[in-house]
């Protein structure tokens, strides 16, 4: 519904790492990214909807500032709040720091994978659920109930996410948000559906909670293009031919 061809979305992301064997284990034992196609120096993990993350190994580069724009993270959508539940079971058996948050829409659990990139990991509360004032969404960060979570796992072993597992957003590390704001409403259609404070904003097509979001709680400076981490995120747009674009924080873009 949210992520229909008809609707404008992000399909992928490229990011540019240093160590392709640790994130490639990384992304398929401890994500749960089963279906990938490996070349000299990439790996390609497909999603479902002909969805994407690709990891470009690139010696050359070098590791990003704290300060620098680029990925805040890439949120992964699963199906069912079971497939929630399982996969939390699953990373705390692995032992990795997370995080974990009840956002009124949705249910997310953080992390980052080992060379810093964020991944957000959620399910969606239903639609009919959500709080709209007139064209602004109501988005918290609260605790997330563990316990209540937990409560519907399927008690299956864990065997990678579920097939179709689909990129539901993207949050960037922004320089400006208005700029970017502006840009992406311009190039995508985008409207904001929420903000804070003028350091964040979220973003959206056809009523979803957000497809995009920027921010600039840690970000100062626009992006290096000699930088390891975000390389390049992949935009549908059906009524537009591929074209790419370079947004105001030097964020590399391509609409399909």
Do not use: W
């Given at each position: 519904m949210f992520h229909s061809d008809d609707v404008t979305h992000a399909v992928g992301i490229d990011l540019y790492v240093s160590d392709l064997e640790r994130l490639t284990r990384f992304y398929n034992e401890v994500i749960g990214l089963k279906h990938f196609k490996k070349s000299k120096n990439e790996v390609v993990f497909n999603l479902d909807r002909d969805h994407f993350i690709r990891l470009i190994e690139d010696d050359s580069k070098v590791k990003p500032s704290l300060d620098e724009a680029g990925l805040f993270h890439v949120a992964i959508l699963l199906p069912e709040r079971s497939d929630l539940a399982d996969f939390l079971v699953h990373i705390h058996a692995k032992g990795i720091q997370l995080g974990a948050s009840d956002h009124l829409v949705s249910e997310a659990i953080y992390l980052s994978d080992p060379e810093g990139n964020g991944i957000e990991i959620y399910v969606d509360r239903d639609h009919s659920q959500w709080i709209w004032n007139n064209d602004s969404i109501a988005m918290e960060t609260l605790p997330l109930d563990v316990e209540d979570l937990l409560s519907?796992?399927?008690?299956?072993?864990?065997?990678?996410?579920p097939s179709s597992t689909?990129?539901?957003h993207i949050h960037l590390k922004a320089y400006n948000v208005s700029e970017m704001n502006q840009f992406?409403?311009?190039?995508?259609?985008?409207?904001?559906?929420?903000?804070?404070?003028?350091?964040?904003?979220?973003?959206?097509?056809a009523n979803y909670h957000h497809h995009l979001a920027v921010n600039t709680w840690q970000?100062?400076?626009?992006?290096?293009?000699?930088?390891?981490?975000?390389?390049?995120v992949y935009f549908n747009r059906s009524d537009f031919e591929t074209m790419e674009h370079t947004d105001p924080s030097n964020i590399c873009i391509q609409i399909n």
């Open positions: 519907v796992q399927s008690g299956n072993q864990f065997d990678g996410l689909i990129i539901g992406y409403h311009e190039h995508l259609g985008f409207n904001e559906v929420a903000t804070y404070g003028g350091q964040a904003s979220f973003m959206s097509d970000s100062k400076e626009m992006r290096n293009d000699n930088t390891l981490g975000l390389a390049k």
